[in-house]
């Protein structure tokens, strides 16, 4: 009767990090060696349907950037609806570059135009 017990005990303190994480995704991207703009777009983390506030984490070189991302009143039942975030890259130089987010990424970092997202009336550009 113990050994049972003690491995469904085993088997949730396995499991239990990955459950509970951090709801958290992450993307790498190494830029050109030129300055320009770098866009992620972000569709707003869901809870029972409803965009919720997403939180937003970049980092390039020594360079920091937390924010947390509120939708609109009027987007917040609809899909798609997120975010376009702008990070400014200014030096010729290839450093890395971390974007950690709670909503979940569309776009994945790339240094060029404006995506399309932003001509939608559901997605905010935030730089």
Do not use: K, N
């Not at 469904?8 to 990090?17: D, R």
């Not at 703009?37 to 569709?43: C, H, L, W």
Request: charged share 10%; aromatic share 8%; proline share 9%.
């Amino acid at each position: 009767m113990r050994i049972p017990l003690l491995s469904a005990v085993a088997l949730l303190a396995l499991l239990a990090p990955g459950i509970a994480g951090t709801g958290g995704t992450t993307v790498q991207y190494t830029p050109p060696a030129q300055p320009g703009d770098i866009y992620t777009v972000i569709d707003f983390a869901r809870a029972a349907g409803v965009a919720q506030p997403t939180t937003i984490a970049e980092a390039m070189g020594s360079r920091h950037r937390s924010l947390t991302v509120v939708p609109r009143y009027s987007c917040a039942e609809t899909t798609p609806a997120g975010v376009v975030v702008r990070f400014r890259h200014f030096t010729p130089d290839s450093a890395l570059f971390t974007i950690t987010t709670t909503g979940t990424i569309v776009r994945a970092p790339y240094q060029g135009p404006l995506p399309i997202e932003t001509l939608h009336r559901c997605y905010q550009l935030v730089s």
